[in-house]
């Protein structure tokens, strides 16, 4: 689509005006917030991806006493951590939290990068969550969007358009970020694109890049959540056992074993299956 044209300087104070002056009257206190610790803002950002914020809250304090900093995570047995990430879905991130955290002591000596290049090599973790990772440890003015900065910018700046894409709005983001806050500048941002998408049709449909959630009911992510919810409360289970015990088709139990074991999460030996 057409680049849309710069706000003028004027448009753009106004903009930062409206976002803090709502972060100011309703902004959320949020666990993660209270912290600038790198460890748990990285765990923080890697539980949100794809998930609730209040289902985040939920298990964000018991993980981090379970695993209070990287080494211990690192060392941590998988059957742990899958137990600990229980309820949070998308169970591949737990194992890649894993994979990260022996990285991380390895090739960081235990200590998280501030380099978004650096995280992005890291296992399970993407440009959005890498730049968000330095703006809320290490407050750098780094340029970054994700689902609710997008609401917030497609509201305003977009207006009747689709198929607005990233690159577009991108440009916006560095122009109105406020640098010598940008932490805060973007919990604003979030927080208000949240109350967007609860008080209008959510804007984010006019996004190239706006998929509509499939269902979960019956869908491989609830029986693979299904299977490791039961491999991580007993330390082996007879295939057969859980073919017979899960309340899904057969097959499909059957392919979801064998994508499991093929990304490392589980392991067959004989008739047993098990966390790896």
């Not at 379970?66 to 951590?81: G, M, T």
Request: charged letters at 20%; one cysteine or more.
């Amino acid at each position: 689509m057409k680049p849309q044209a710069q706000p003028r300087p004027a448009c753009v104070h106004a903009f930062q005006q409206m976002v803090k002056g709502y972060y100011t009257r309703h902004g959320r206190n949020l666990p993660w917030r209270e912290t600038s610790d790198p460890y748990r803002i990285l765990i923080s950002e890697i539980m949100l991806q794809q998930t609730q914020v209040a289902r985040v809250i939920d298990k964000y304090g018991m993980f981090i006493k379970a695993f209070p900093d990287v080494e211990s995570l690192a060392q941590a047995p998988l059957r742990e951590i899958l137990s600990a990430w229980q309820g949070l879905g998308y169970n591949r991130r737990a194992f890649s939290l894993k994979k990260l955290a022996k990285e991380i002591v390895v090739q960081f000596s235990a200590t998280i990068p501030s380099s978004p290049k650096l995280l992005m090599r890291l296992p399970g973790i993407g440009s959005a969550t890498a730049h968000a990772v330095c703006v809320f440890a290490f407050n750098q003015p780094v340029v970054f969007i994700e689902t609710n900065i997008r609401a917030v910018f497609i509201y305003h700046f977009f207006e009747n358009k689709h198929a607005v894409r990233d690159g577009d709005i991108l440009p916006l983001v560095a122009q109105t970020l406020d640098r010598d806050d940008p932490r805060t500048w973007y919990w604003a941002l979030m927080d208000y694109g949240v109350m967007l998408k609860r008080n209008h049709a959510n804007p984010n449909r006019g996004s190239a890049h706006y998929r509509k959630q499939a269902p979960f009911a019956g869908s491989n992510r609830q029986i693979r959540g299904m299977i490791l919810k039961t491999l991580v409360t007993q330390p082996r289970v007879p295939e057969k056992l859980l073919l017979e015990e899960l309340q899904f088709p057969i097959d499909a139990v059957k392919n979801n074993l064998e994508r499991l074991e093929k990304e490392g999460l589980i392991v067959r030996k004989g008739n047993f299956v098990s966390v790896a």
